[in-house]
């Protein structure tokens, strides 16, 4: 069975802050996919990062970086002195290796106050 | 260049009426897909076109649900009757040919069944 989980529903923080948004997948399949999404008020799902099962080299993109732990099924975002614009709602993703379709996490609300 | 575009952003139906969702993906984008998240829960898969032809169909709940691509670039979903379980935010994908590639998300269509 594949699944995410994204534990945290919604956090609030204050502007600068740092925020780490947790994922946690389950996939039997050895070859995979990891994906982050931020989902605006505006409502598309816009992509931040794909990462694959092979390299767990954490990636840091600006204020955004990316923790990948295959030892603890892991692939967490740190979002580093937060902003306002950074509040949205922002999902986990997961694909199997030659399978396109997504299985994604329940997503997770970010507040950013002032 | 466009985006991934829904038609249309919203819609409210009564119990038992037709509704038809529309989706235009990005130029070029042979992988269309259909996504549907319910009431904050995950987003969960629906449907996968390759041009015209469905890809894999395993998540569509039942036989009320409908979808086409015609010629291989637009598609509909048609939701035919609705029930008040089928309300939520329907979400509409492409990408380019190769597996496991990000998609580029809607901005969705929110049905509402009352």
């Known amino acids: 069975a594949q699944k995410v989980t994204q534990a945290q529903t919604e956090i609030s923080v204050v502007e600068k802050e740092d925020v780490t948004l947790d994922c946690v997948y389950e996939t039997r399949d050895t070859t995979y996919y990891l994906f982050w999404y931020k989902q605006p008020p505006s409502g598309e799902l816009v992509f931040l990062i794909r990462r694959n099962s092979f390299d767990e080299q954490n990636e840091i993109s600006g204020r955004y970086s990316w923790n990948f732990q295959k030892s603890t099924s892991s692939f967490n975002f740190t979002i580093t002195a937060s902003q306002v614009v950074d509040s949205a709602v922002y999902f986990c993703?997961?694909?199997?290796?030659?399978?396109?379709?997504?299985?994604f996490g329940s997503g997770t609300k970010l507040n950013v106050k002032p | 260049e466009a985006g991934v575009t829904q038609f249309p952003s919203h819609s409210v139906i009564e119990k038992g009426q037709t509704v038809t969702l529309r989706c235009d993906p990005i130029s070029g984008h042979d992988n269309l897909y259909w996504y549907r998240r319910v009431m904050g829960k995950e987003i969960k898969f629906l449907l996968h076109f390759v041009k015209e032809s469905k890809q894999d169909e395993s998540g569509m709940p039942n036989n009320r649900f409908l979808a086409e691509r015609t010629g291989g670039t637009y598609s509909t979903l048609k939701v035919q009757p609705a029930e008040l379980e089928d309300s939520g935010v329907y979400f509409c994908a492409s990408s380019q040919g190769r597996p496991n590639t990000e998609a580029f998300f809607g901005q969705g269509t929110r049905l509402t069944v009352v």
């Open positions: 993703a997961l694909s199997e290796h030659n399978f396109n379709k997504f299985y």
